[in-house]
């Protein structure tokens, strides 16, 4: 098992023994708001170099935080990705040993879009804003703990999509235009520059370019297709077709990603409604993302750490 994982699992496992409901049921203390006894904003504490959060799939509709005035703003919700989100954190933990971080919107979108900036997400609503801070600084907080114990790390904003064509979307910030460039300009700084995996673009062991990180044979897209789910990006599907709608990353993936500096890489992954509708695939689907994010995090950031010890 690595030294650096060590103590902290450690730790981490006799906090979880003696106080296991705790532990599950424990939030963010300052700034969380309570509705009866969910909270609006929920943190699980992690302690591994992945931060998950999951921004559209709540369901609280309270009094207090009435619907969003505004008429031309998202509020369809992303149906299961609390659910997919918390089987995948703990198929992490069967897996590895170790807990993700993973932030929680329990509010409805049409409550709160914390995928946006506050004033779009919140629409005046003081509550909203607080919540909307509390779930931006839980990712801040998480992201700076990853940060200080691991030097570097993977933030994923989980979404779902309803679009026709029923795959995976997985953004990096680049548009289906910027997408469908060749390579060769798709590597060059320009575009890199405001990439929400710049990080790992610069400072990748195997010197892999953007655009094989982005679709190439090890990206995360061909990871998560080869187990069964087809996704774009990807070697298959390199980009989406002019007339395919195509999410490439929100608020969230920019601000807790790479582009604006630091060693935390943001990528948002947008599952398709087909998927996050059936039971049974949704439960395999937390397994077999839990392999893919783990594989990735092995590949490209702790090729050294033996996830699998116990
Ligand atoms: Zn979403």
């Known amino acids: 098992m690595n030294n650096l994982l060590r103590p902290f699992k450690i730790s981490f496992i006799a906090c979880f023994l003696s106080l296991p409901l705790l532990i599950l049921a424990q939030s963010k203390d300052s700034g969380t708001i309570k509705n009866g006894t969910k909270t609006y904003i929920e943190v699980l504490p992690g302690n591994m170099p992945l931060v998950i959060s999951i921004p559209h799939g709540g369901y609280l509709l309270p009094d207090e935080i009435p619907e969003r005035p505004c008429t031309n703003c998202a509020k369809h919700p992303?149906?299961?990705?609390?659910?997919?989100?918390?089987?995948l954190r703990n198929s992490i933990f069967k897996k590895t040993g170790y807990y993700p971080y993973v932030i929680i919107n329990n509010l409805h979108r049409t409550r709160l879009d914390p995928n946006r900036n506050v004033s779009e997400a919140a629409d005046g609503n003081k509550n909203a804003e607080l919540a909307w801070t509390t779930f931006q600084s839980s990712i801040d907080s998480a992201n700076a703990q990853v940060k200080k114990k691991f030097g570097k790390g993977l933030y994923i904003d989980l979404h779902g999509h309803r679009h026709d064509v029923k795959r995976t979307e997985i953004g990096y910030l680049l548009s289906s235009e910027e997408l469908q460039m060749e390579d060769d300009l798709?590597?060059?700084?320009?575009?890199?520059?405001?990439?929400?995996?710049?990080?790992?673009?610069?400072?990748?062991?195997?010197?892999?370019?953007?655009?094989?990180?982005?679709?190439?044979?090890?990206?995360?897209?061909?990871?998560?297709?080869?187990?069964?789910?087809?996704?774009?990006?990807?070697?298959?599907?390199?980009?989406?077709?002019?007339?395919?709608?195509y999410f490439s990353g929100g608020y969230n993936t920019t601000r807790h990603g790479?582009?604006?500096?630091?060693?935390?890489d943001g990528i948002q992954i947008e599952l398709d409604e087909m998927i996050r509708s059936d039971p049974k695939k949704r439960e395999q689907l937390a397994v077999d993302l839990a392999s893919v994010l783990v594989d990735y995090l092995k590949i490209y950031y702790f090729p050294e750490f033996n996830f699998s010890a116990h």
């Open 78 to 87: 992303d149906i299961f990705t609390i659910e997919i989100g918390l089987a």
């Open 186 to 245: 798709l590597n060059s700084e320009a575009f890199i520059e405001y990439s929400s995996i710049r990080h790992l673009i610069t400072a990748n062991a195997f010197k892999r370019s953007y655009a094989d990180l982005v679709r190439g044979k090890f990206s995360l897209g061909s990871l998560l297709e080869s187990m069964g789910y087809p996704c774009v990006p990807s070697p298959a599907h390199p980009f989406p077709k002019t007339d395919e709608p």
């Open 258 to 264: 790479s582009s604006t500096g630091g060693t935390i």
